[in-house]
């Protein structure tokens, strides 16, 4: 659980930096390029596929954890109801709204842009030597239904939430606890818990209001 978890915190941050693009103020020529190299590059797709086992995979273990709590009596996470943060005692909660944002997000986006070609223009570029797909332009007119701007905010907030508790209990899990750097790894955990989501959440308000 704690390894998965890791391993989808740095997804994150490498897709928000890549998602940044959005506000490069060219009109989508960088984001279009760098979403076709993303695309088209054996090695991310080999670490994509990665990417969606660890996220069922993650997603299965929070569940069977959560049931396995629930039948012992205990909260529905890892510690007594009188004890722990909100977050700690509702991460099944948490973890199931991330994942069903993460499904309406990639009918959306992967399901389109990957097989409804209709959906989704070509443009082609100076020093290109072919059309790449305009993903920019379908972002944008996504992120220009309130409704859908709406999702993902309220997506981002169980997000912020998960991250909050996930962060540092993934490294206590590990062992990795001690008097002298816990207090720091709590404090980079929170920090990565607001600006991560924040990071995210700019896209669509920029987009919206832009």
Do not use: C
Not at 54 to 59: D, M, P, R, S, W
Not at 124 to 139: C, F, M, P, T
Not at 171 to 180: E, N
Request: charged fraction near 10%.
């Amino acid at each position: 659980m704690s390894l998965t978890g890791l391993f989808l915190i740095t997804f994150l941050l490498v897709h928000l930096i890549g998602n940044l693009q959005l506000l490069a103020g060219d009109e989508g020529q960088a984001f279009n390029i760098y979403s076709d190299f993303m695309a088209n590059n054996p090695l991310i797709q080999g670490i994509s596929k990665g990417l969606y086992l660890f996220i069922l995979l993650h997603a299965i273990q929070g569940l069977m954890m959560a049931w396995k709590n629930k039948k012992a009596k205990t909260s529905k996470y890892a510690g007594g109801r009188g004890s722990g943060s909100w977050a700690s005692k509702n991460m099944a909660l948490l973890g199931t709204l991330v994942l069903a944002f993460m499904f309406i997000h990639m009918g959306d986006f992967w399901y389109k842009i990957k097989f409804d070609s209709n959906s989704i223009n070509a443009v082609s570029y100076a020093g290109l030597d072919h059309e790449i797909k305009d993903v920019y332009s379908k972002v944008m007119e996504t992120f220009k239904n309130p409704i859908f701007v709406v999702a993902y905010l309220i997506g981002l907030i169980a997000l912020a939430f998960h991250l909050g508790h996930g962060f540092q209990s993934a490294f206590q899990t590990l062992g990795l606890r001690h008097k002298k750097y816990t207090p720091a790894i709590n404090f980079v955990g929170l920090a990565f818990a607001i600006l991560i989501p924040l990071g995210f959440a700019i896209l669509p308000l920029y987009m919206f209001f832009n």
